[in-house]
Protein backbone atom coordinates (compact mmCIF):
# COMPACT_ATOMS: atom_id res chain seq x y z
CA UNK A 1 0.00 0.00 0.00
CA UNK A 2 0.99 3.57 -0.93
CA UNK A 3 2.91 5.36 1.99
CA UNK A 4 1.08 8.55 2.97
CA UNK A 5 2.37 12.04 2.07
CA UNK A 6 4.72 12.60 5.16
CA UNK A 7 6.33 9.07 5.16
CA UNK A 8 7.27 9.65 1.46
CA UNK A 9 8.58 12.65 1.27
CA UNK A 10 11.23 11.33 4.21
CA UNK A 11 11.73 7.84 3.21
CA UNK A 12 11.27 7.70 -0.66
CA UNK A 13 14.07 7.09 -2.94
CA UNK A 14 16.11 5.99 -0.20
CA UNK A 15 17.41 2.49 0.11
CA UNK A 16 17.70 0.64 3.26
CA UNK A 17 20.36 -1.79 1.47
CA UNK A 18 22.53 0.97 0.47
CA UNK A 19 26.42 0.06 1.25
CA UNK A 20 27.27 2.91 3.14
CA UNK A 21 25.37 3.30 6.62
CA UNK A 22 24.52 6.67 6.56
CA UNK A 23 20.91 7.92 7.32
CA UNK A 24 20.91 10.98 4.88
CA UNK A 25 21.81 10.18 1.19
CA UNK A 26 25.52 10.53 0.52
CA UNK A 27 26.45 13.05 -1.90
CA UNK A 28 28.46 11.44 -4.48
CA UNK A 29 30.66 14.29 -6.34
CA UNK A 30 31.63 12.80 -9.88
CA UNK A 31 31.40 14.08 -13.04
CA UNK A 32 32.24 10.41 -14.42
CA UNK A 33 32.10 6.75 -13.20
CA UNK A 34 34.74 4.18 -14.17
CA UNK A 35 34.13 0.43 -15.06
CA UNK A 36 35.70 -2.40 -13.35
CA UNK A 37 36.55 -3.94 -17.55
CA UNK A 38 35.36 -3.24 -21.15
CA UNK A 39 32.61 -6.50 -20.27
CA UNK A 40 30.87 -4.19 -17.42
CA UNK A 41 31.02 -1.30 -20.30
CA UNK A 42 29.40 -3.06 -22.80
CA UNK A 43 26.82 -4.40 -20.52
CA UNK A 44 26.04 -0.70 -19.45
CA UNK A 45 25.82 0.20 -23.10
CA UNK A 46 23.78 -2.72 -24.25
CA UNK A 47 21.49 -1.25 -21.59
CA UNK A 48 21.57 -4.74 -19.64
CA UNK A 49 23.43 -3.41 -16.69
CA UNK A 50 22.03 0.27 -16.33
CA UNK A 51 23.90 2.11 -13.99
CA UNK A 52 25.94 5.85 -13.78
CA UNK A 53 28.23 6.24 -16.38
CA UNK A 54 28.57 9.82 -16.93
CA UNK A 55 27.44 13.46 -14.73
CA UNK A 56 24.99 14.68 -17.12
CA UNK A 57 23.39 11.74 -17.57
CA UNK A 58 23.08 9.92 -13.79
CA UNK A 59 24.28 10.92 -10.49
CA UNK A 60 23.40 8.75 -7.73
CA UNK A 61 22.73 11.58 -5.65
CA UNK A 62 20.33 13.08 -8.04
CA UNK A 63 18.20 9.82 -8.95
CA UNK A 64 16.86 9.54 -4.88
CA UNK A 65 15.69 13.30 -5.27
CA UNK A 66 14.09 11.78 -8.90
CA UNK A 67 12.59 9.05 -6.96
CA UNK A 68 11.60 10.76 -4.30
CA UNK A 69 9.64 13.94 -6.20
CA UNK A 70 8.06 10.94 -8.28
CA UNK A 71 6.51 9.08 -4.99
CA UNK A 72 5.21 12.61 -3.45
CA UNK A 73 3.69 13.57 -7.23
CA UNK A 74 2.31 10.22 -7.71
CA UNK A 75 4.07 10.00 -10.89
CA UNK A 76 5.52 7.04 -12.83
CA UNK A 77 8.97 8.95 -13.51
CA UNK A 78 10.80 12.45 -13.10
CA UNK A 79 13.80 14.73 -13.77
CA UNK A 80 15.01 16.79 -12.12
CA UNK A 81 16.86 19.76 -13.72
CA UNK A 82 18.62 23.01 -12.80
CA UNK A 83 16.05 25.23 -13.03
CA UNK A 84 12.06 25.73 -12.99
CA UNK A 85 12.70 27.11 -16.70
CA UNK A 86 15.08 25.02 -17.62
CA UNK A 87 12.30 22.45 -17.16
CA UNK A 88 9.52 23.98 -18.99
CA UNK A 89 11.84 24.96 -21.86
CA UNK A 90 12.79 20.93 -22.49
CA UNK A 91 9.85 19.79 -22.47
CA UNK A 92 8.69 22.51 -24.80
CA UNK A 93 11.66 22.15 -26.79
CA UNK A 94 11.26 18.27 -26.93
CA UNK A 95 7.13 17.84 -27.41
CA UNK A 96 6.59 20.85 -29.58
CA UNK A 97 8.24 20.79 -33.53
CA UNK A 98 7.40 23.99 -36.63
CA UNK A 99 4.47 24.13 -37.48
CA UNK A 100 3.09 23.13 -34.22
CA UNK A 101 0.36 25.41 -32.16
CA UNK A 102 0.65 26.04 -28.26
CA UNK A 103 -1.56 27.08 -26.09
CA UNK A 104 -0.65 29.39 -23.12
CA UNK A 105 -2.60 30.83 -19.93
CA UNK A 106 -2.75 35.11 -20.48
CA UNK A 107 -1.51 34.67 -16.79
CA UNK A 108 2.14 32.66 -16.35
CA UNK A 109 5.22 33.54 -14.58
CA UNK A 110 6.90 36.50 -16.91
CA UNK A 111 9.59 34.33 -17.93
CA UNK A 112 7.66 31.46 -19.04
CA UNK A 113 5.78 33.69 -21.37
CA UNK A 114 9.12 35.38 -22.76
CA UNK A 115 10.23 31.53 -23.49
CA UNK A 116 6.96 31.11 -25.72
CA UNK A 117 6.68 34.34 -27.34
CA UNK A 118 10.75 34.23 -27.78
CA UNK A 119 12.56 31.07 -27.93
CA UNK A 120 9.73 28.83 -28.51
CA UNK A 121 7.99 30.76 -31.38
CA UNK A 122 11.16 31.67 -33.10
CA UNK A 123 11.28 27.32 -34.10
CA UNK A 124 7.80 28.37 -36.03
CA UNK A 125 5.91 27.09 -33.31
CA UNK A 126 2.54 29.17 -33.46
CA UNK A 127 1.17 30.40 -30.03
CA UNK A 128 -2.26 31.80 -28.63
CA UNK A 129 -3.31 33.26 -25.09
CA UNK A 130 -6.17 31.31 -23.60
CA UNK A 131 -8.03 33.44 -21.21
CA UNK A 132 -7.49 32.00 -17.41
CA UNK A 133 -10.67 30.16 -16.08
CA UNK A 134 -12.32 30.37 -19.60
CA UNK A 135 -13.33 27.01 -20.51
CA UNK A 136 -15.14 28.82 -23.62
CA UNK A 137 -11.74 30.77 -24.55
CA UNK A 138 -9.78 27.34 -24.50
CA UNK A 139 -12.40 25.30 -26.24
CA UNK A 140 -12.34 28.02 -29.77
CA UNK A 141 -8.52 28.59 -29.51
CA UNK A 142 -8.07 24.45 -30.11
CA UNK A 143 -6.85 24.25 -33.94
CA UNK A 144 -6.09 20.87 -36.08
CA UNK A 145 -2.44 21.69 -35.60
CA UNK A 146 -2.84 22.74 -31.30
CA UNK A 147 -0.23 20.00 -30.00
CA UNK A 148 0.08 21.05 -26.15
CA UNK A 149 -1.81 23.41 -23.36
CA UNK A 150 0.58 24.66 -20.69
CA UNK A 151 -0.76 26.39 -17.82
CA UNK A 152 -0.55 27.22 -14.19
CA UNK A 153 -2.52 26.51 -11.18
CA UNK A 154 -2.91 28.27 -9.46
CA UNK A 155 -1.52 31.53 -11.54
CA UNK A 156 1.19 33.71 -10.73
CA UNK A 157 0.32 36.71 -8.98
CA UNK A 158 -3.33 36.73 -8.69
CA UNK A 159 -3.75 32.70 -8.12
CA UNK A 160 -6.14 32.27 -10.12
CA UNK A 161 -7.04 28.31 -9.99
CA UNK A 162 -7.60 26.59 -12.86
CA UNK A 163 -10.47 23.43 -13.22
CA UNK A 164 -7.53 20.84 -14.41
CA UNK A 165 -10.47 18.35 -14.97
CA UNK A 166 -12.25 20.32 -17.38
CA UNK A 167 -9.30 21.54 -19.43
CA UNK A 168 -8.07 18.05 -19.58
CA UNK A 169 -11.87 16.46 -20.89
CA UNK A 170 -11.57 19.35 -23.35
CA UNK A 171 -7.60 18.77 -24.76
CA UNK A 172 -8.45 14.64 -24.40
CA UNK A 173 -11.24 15.07 -26.84
CA UNK A 174 -8.91 17.10 -29.71
CA UNK A 175 -5.88 15.10 -28.52
CA UNK A 176 -4.02 18.70 -26.91
CA UNK A 177 -1.42 17.71 -24.48
CA UNK A 178 -1.80 19.61 -20.70
CA UNK A 179 1.17 20.70 -18.89
CA UNK A 180 0.64 22.07 -15.50
CA UNK A 181 2.83 24.45 -14.30
CA UNK A 182 2.39 23.59 -10.61
CA UNK A 183 5.00 25.38 -8.62
CA UNK A 184 2.56 27.69 -6.68
CA UNK A 185 0.16 24.20 -5.09
CA UNK A 186 2.59 22.33 -4.79
CA UNK A 187 2.29 18.05 -4.18
CA UNK A 188 0.91 18.76 -0.97
CA UNK A 189 -1.74 20.91 -2.36
CA UNK A 190 -2.86 19.90 -5.85
CA UNK A 191 -2.06 16.23 -7.82
CA UNK A 192 -3.20 17.45 -11.84
CA UNK A 193 -1.47 13.76 -12.91
CA UNK A 194 -4.95 12.76 -10.50
CA UNK A 195 -6.90 14.72 -12.72
CA UNK A 196 -5.50 13.72 -15.89
CA UNK A 197 -2.70 16.08 -17.00
CA UNK A 198 -0.21 14.53 -18.96
CA UNK A 199 2.97 16.15 -17.23
CA UNK A 200 3.58 18.28 -14.36
CA UNK A 201 6.19 20.95 -13.66
CA UNK A 202 7.20 22.59 -10.83
CA UNK A 203 10.44 25.10 -10.05
CA UNK A 204 11.80 22.88 -6.88
CA UNK A 205 13.64 26.30 -6.32
CA UNK A 206 10.56 27.24 -4.11
CA UNK A 207 8.20 25.33 -1.74
CA UNK A 208 9.83 21.71 -2.64
CA UNK A 209 13.46 22.98 -1.65
CA UNK A 210 12.40 25.50 0.63
CA UNK A 211 14.72 27.23 1.65
CA UNK A 212 15.79 29.96 -0.78
CA UNK A 213 19.08 28.31 -1.01
CA UNK A 214 18.87 26.24 -4.33
CA UNK A 215 17.81 26.15 -7.64
CA UNK A 216 16.14 23.33 -9.40
CA UNK A 217 13.17 22.34 -11.49
CA UNK A 218 11.35 19.11 -12.12
CA UNK A 219 9.52 17.48 -15.02
CA UNK A 220 7.02 14.56 -14.06
CA UNK A 221 4.96 11.99 -15.78
CA UNK A 222 4.28 9.04 -17.72
CA UNK A 223 7.57 6.85 -18.09
CA UNK A 224 7.16 7.14 -22.21
CA UNK A 225 7.24 10.81 -21.77
CA UNK A 226 10.14 11.30 -19.33
CA UNK A 227 11.91 8.88 -21.63
CA UNK A 228 11.71 11.08 -24.63
CA UNK A 229 12.40 14.32 -22.73
CA UNK A 230 15.47 12.78 -20.92
CA UNK A 231 17.10 12.00 -24.07
CA UNK A 232 17.29 15.54 -25.27
CA UNK A 233 18.30 16.32 -21.95
CA UNK A 234 21.01 13.92 -21.92
CA UNK A 235 22.26 16.22 -24.85
CA UNK A 236 21.57 19.63 -24.03
CA UNK A 237 22.71 19.30 -19.93
CA UNK A 238 20.79 21.69 -17.63
CA UNK A 239 21.77 18.67 -15.02
CA UNK A 240 21.20 19.58 -11.04
CA UNK A 241 24.66 18.72 -9.15
CA UNK A 242 25.15 16.62 -6.57
CA UNK A 243 25.72 19.25 -3.69
CA UNK A 244 22.13 21.01 -4.68
CA UNK A 245 20.42 17.69 -5.32
CA UNK A 246 21.23 16.91 -1.73
CA UNK A 247 19.71 20.29 -0.64
CA UNK A 248 16.75 19.55 -2.63
CA UNK A 249 16.45 16.07 -0.80
CA UNK A 250 16.71 17.72 2.66
CA UNK A 251 14.25 20.44 2.15
CA UNK A 252 11.43 17.22 0.30
CA UNK A 253 11.69 15.51 3.85
CA UNK A 254 10.03 18.83 5.96
CA UNK A 255 8.21 19.98 2.96
CA UNK A 256 4.58 18.32 3.87
CA UNK A 257 5.04 19.90 6.93
CA UNK A 258 6.04 23.39 6.16
CA UNK A 259 3.49 23.41 3.55
CA UNK A 260 0.84 22.37 6.51
CA UNK A 261 2.19 25.70 8.06
CA UNK A 262 2.33 28.25 5.52
CA UNK A 263 -1.48 26.72 4.23
CA UNK A 264 -2.84 27.67 8.17
CA UNK A 265 -1.01 30.90 8.70
CA UNK A 266 -1.32 32.49 5.28
CA UNK A 267 -5.55 31.56 5.53
CA UNK A 268 -5.20 33.71 8.55
CA UNK A 269 -3.65 36.63 6.67
CA UNK A 270 -5.94 36.41 3.91
CA UNK A 271 -9.14 36.54 6.83
CA UNK A 272 -6.77 39.35 8.20
CA UNK A 273 -6.67 41.43 5.09
CA UNK A 274 -9.79 41.33 3.67
CA UNK A 275 -10.92 42.90 6.43
CA UNK A 276 -8.40 45.55 6.61
CA UNK A 277 -9.81 49.40 5.52
CA UNK A 278 -6.79 50.31 3.93
CA UNK A 279 -6.69 47.22 1.72
CA UNK A 280 -8.43 47.17 -1.41
CA UNK A 281 -8.59 43.48 -2.48
CA UNK A 282 -7.36 40.27 -1.95
CA UNK A 283 -6.13 37.62 -3.72
CA UNK A 284 -6.47 34.62 -1.79
CA UNK A 285 -7.90 31.21 -3.56
CA UNK A 286 -10.44 30.45 -0.16
CA UNK A 287 -11.94 33.64 0.12
CA UNK A 288 -15.19 33.75 -0.66
CA UNK A 289 -14.24 36.56 -3.08
CA UNK A 290 -11.75 34.81 -4.99
CA UNK A 291 -13.69 34.30 -8.36
CA UNK A 292 -12.36 30.66 -8.19
CA UNK A 293 -12.66 29.86 -4.80
CA UNK A 294 -15.48 27.14 -5.48
CA UNK A 295 -13.14 25.21 -7.95
CA UNK A 296 -10.14 25.98 -5.52
CA UNK A 297 -12.13 23.86 -2.83
CA UNK A 298 -13.01 21.48 -4.95
CA UNK A 299 -9.73 20.64 -6.48
CA UNK A 300 -6.78 21.83 -3.82
CA UNK A 301 -6.62 20.44 -0.26
CA UNK A 302 -4.74 23.60 0.87
CA UNK A 303 -4.18 26.96 -0.16
CA UNK A 304 -0.50 27.83 0.08
CA UNK A 305 1.92 30.07 1.21
CA UNK A 306 1.41 33.47 -1.39
CA UNK A 307 -1.05 35.79 -0.83
CA UNK A 308 -1.54 39.39 -3.48
CA UNK A 309 -3.29 42.25 -2.30
CA UNK A 310 -3.92 45.18 -4.17
CA UNK A 311 -3.34 48.73 -2.06
CA UNK A 312 -4.46 51.01 -4.54
CA UNK A 313 -1.30 52.83 -6.05
CA UNK A 314 2.15 52.05 -6.77
CA UNK A 315 3.22 54.63 -3.86
CA UNK A 316 1.21 52.95 -0.98
CA UNK A 317 2.30 49.74 -1.76
CA UNK A 318 6.19 51.08 -2.16
CA UNK A 319 5.40 52.45 1.22
CA UNK A 320 4.16 49.51 3.11
CA UNK A 321 6.83 47.58 1.78
CA UNK A 322 9.49 49.31 3.08
CA UNK A 323 7.60 49.66 6.33
CA UNK A 324 7.40 45.82 6.77
CA UNK A 325 10.59 44.42 9.17
CA UNK A 326 9.77 40.74 8.92
CA UNK A 327 9.98 39.83 5.49
CA UNK A 328 12.90 40.81 2.78
CA UNK A 329 11.99 42.67 -0.24
CA UNK A 330 12.76 39.53 -2.46
CA UNK A 331 11.30 37.72 -5.34
CA UNK A 332 10.52 33.98 -5.28
CA UNK A 333 8.12 32.26 -2.63
CA UNK A 334 8.04 29.25 -0.84
CA UNK A 335 10.96 29.56 1.65
CA UNK A 336 11.54 30.08 5.45
CA UNK A 337 11.78 33.52 5.35
CA UNK A 338 9.15 35.72 4.38
CA UNK A 339 9.48 37.45 0.78
CA UNK A 340 7.29 40.42 -0.01
CA UNK A 341 7.15 41.88 -3.37
CA UNK A 342 5.45 45.30 -5.11
CA UNK A 343 4.62 43.56 -8.12
CA UNK A 344 4.61 46.39 -10.60
CA UNK A 345 7.73 47.02 -10.07
CA UNK A 346 8.80 43.54 -10.95
CA UNK A 347 6.49 43.38 -14.18
CA UNK A 348 6.11 46.95 -15.12
CA UNK A 349 3.36 47.68 -17.30
CA UNK A 350 3.82 46.94 -21.26
CA UNK A 351 3.76 50.09 -23.81
CA UNK A 352 0.88 48.07 -25.20
CA UNK A 353 -1.12 48.46 -21.97
CA UNK A 354 -0.20 52.05 -21.29
CA UNK A 355 -1.62 52.93 -24.85
CA UNK A 356 -5.04 50.89 -24.09
CA UNK A 357 -4.99 51.72 -20.16
CA UNK A 358 -5.98 48.20 -19.87
CA UNK A 359 -3.14 46.82 -16.99
CA UNK A 360 -2.86 43.10 -16.18
CA UNK A 361 -1.41 44.34 -12.99
CA UNK A 362 -2.67 46.49 -11.01
CA UNK A 363 -0.33 49.28 -9.94
CA UNK A 364 -0.43 48.56 -6.04
CA UNK A 365 -0.52 44.78 -5.79
CA UNK A 366 2.05 43.92 -3.19
CA UNK A 367 2.66 40.14 -3.05
CA UNK A 368 3.66 38.56 0.08
CA UNK A 369 5.25 34.67 0.67
CA UNK A 370 4.75 33.67 3.82
CA UNK A 371 7.97 31.73 5.46
CA UNK A 372 7.84 29.98 8.47
CA UNK A 373 7.72 32.66 11.16
CA UNK A 374 5.27 33.14 14.08
CA UNK A 375 2.19 34.35 13.09
CA UNK A 376 1.73 36.32 15.59
CA UNK A 377 4.75 38.43 14.69
CA UNK A 378 3.78 38.43 10.99
CA UNK A 379 0.12 39.80 11.82
CA UNK A 380 1.65 42.50 14.19
CA UNK A 381 4.38 43.38 11.52
CA UNK A 382 1.57 43.89 8.28
CA UNK A 383 -0.74 45.78 11.28
CA UNK A 384 1.78 48.33 11.94
CA UNK A 385 3.14 48.48 7.99
CA UNK A 386 -0.34 48.87 7.29
CA UNK A 387 -0.85 51.76 9.27
CA UNK A 388 1.67 53.83 7.15
CA UNK A 389 -0.76 53.86 4.27
CA UNK A 390 -3.97 54.20 6.23
C1 LIG B 1 5.14 29.58 -11.49
C2 LIG B 1 6.60 29.56 -11.78
N1 LIG B 1 7.08 28.67 -12.66
C3 LIG B 1 8.40 28.61 -12.96
C4 LIG B 1 9.30 29.48 -12.38
C5 LIG B 1 10.75 29.38 -12.75
O1 LIG B 1 11.43 28.65 -11.78
P1 LIG B 1 13.02 28.81 -11.53
O2 LIG B 1 13.23 30.13 -10.90
O3 LIG B 1 13.34 27.64 -10.65
O4 LIG B 1 13.67 28.70 -12.87
C6 LIG B 1 8.85 30.43 -11.47
C7 LIG B 1 9.82 31.36 -10.84
O5 LIG B 1 9.48 32.28 -10.15
C8 LIG B 1 7.47 30.47 -11.16
O6 LIG B 1 6.98 31.38 -10.30
Redesign the pocket.
Known amino acids: MQKRIRTRSIHSGEKKDRANRGIPPAVVLASTFFFKNVDELERHKDKSDPREEYGRYQNPTRAVAEQKLAELEGAEDAIVC???????AITLLRILKPGDHLLILDE??H??EDLCSGLIAKFGVEISIVESCNLESLRSSIKENTRLFLF?TP??PHLYVQDIEAIVSICKERKVKTIV?A??GSPVNVQPLKFGADIV??????YLAGHNDV???VILSRKSIIESIRELHFTIGGTLDAHSSYLLIRGLKTFPLRIAHQNAVTEEIALFLASHPAVKKVFYPSLPSHPNSGVAKRQMSGFGGVISFDLGTKKRAKKFVDALSIPYIA???GGTESLVIPYSIVVPPTIQEVETGKFKIEAGLVRLSVGLEDKEDLLEDLTHALKAVQ
Request: glycine content about 6%; proline content about 0%; some cysteine.
Open positions: SSGMYAIMYRTETNDTFIHSCTKLAGSSL
